[in-house]
């Protein structure tokens, strides 16, 4: 009995409270979290006043100040409104001035052209017209002149055929040179224009022709140029010298 006493009398006792224990691990973990949050706290507050430091200050709008005008990209205008009064406006409003006045003088120049072009090409055909009214007249004097000529060559050349034969060689040899100058003459008016006027077989015209005898007969019908006696000319619509012809006329039953 005595070893179990000296035991017992070695022994510590010792006991844990569950209680304690738990009270014990709160606190070491409140005063953890304590320390943790006061850090947190701290490093927190030093940042914001880092940023407040570093913020641009916000801008501050005063009702006197004129409305922000927007730019050409933003409204797709593709012009920036000046603003009111200035010098921009200023050389504006002249340089518009200035186009309206360019385009009127522009408008004034091309109108005055084009009444210079009008009378210039009014004027060339005037002068077109009275050019070729004086070489026709011109024309119409010189053939007049000279178709009395003519007439009195081709008289000559009738002549050859009433020449007898016993006639002299040497007067056949004029009346060649005759027929010649005959011909040279008709290619000179030829030339400048001049024709001659259908007579013979064609129906009497008044404005080409001049009836200065009529015969009865019934072997052409009425008003038929049946002979031409002096040879009528024109040039071109223009009337030199009517012809000179026999006009064909019905015969009279009651007459015969």
Known sequence: MAPEKNDRSNRIPISFLDADVETSSGAASKSGDSDVSDDDQELTNHMATDDEATAPEPESFDAEDP?????????????????AGGPEVAELIATRAELKRLESEVKEL??????RQADFENYRKRMERERSETYNRVVVDIAAKLLPVLDNLKRALETE????????????????????????????????GVKPV?????????????AVVTETTD???????????VRGFTLGDKLIRPALVK????????HS
């Open 67 to 83: 409305p922000v005008q927007p730019s050409p990209q933003a409204d797709g205008s593709g012009e920036v409104a000046p603003r």
């Open 110 to 115: 091309r109108d005055s052209l084009a009444r």
């Open 161 to 192: 055929a009433s020449v007898e034969a016993n006639e002299s060689d040497e007067f056949r040899h004029f009346l060649s040179g005759v027929d010649l100058i005959y011909k040279q003459v008709n290619g000179v008016l030829d030339a400048f």
């Open 198 to 210: 259908l007579s013979e077989g064609e129906k009497f015209n008044p404005h080409l022709h001049e």
């Open 219 to 229: 072997d052409y019908e009425p008003d038929t140029v049946i002979q031409e006696i």
């Open 247 to 254: 006009v064909a006329v019905k015969s009279d039953p009651d």
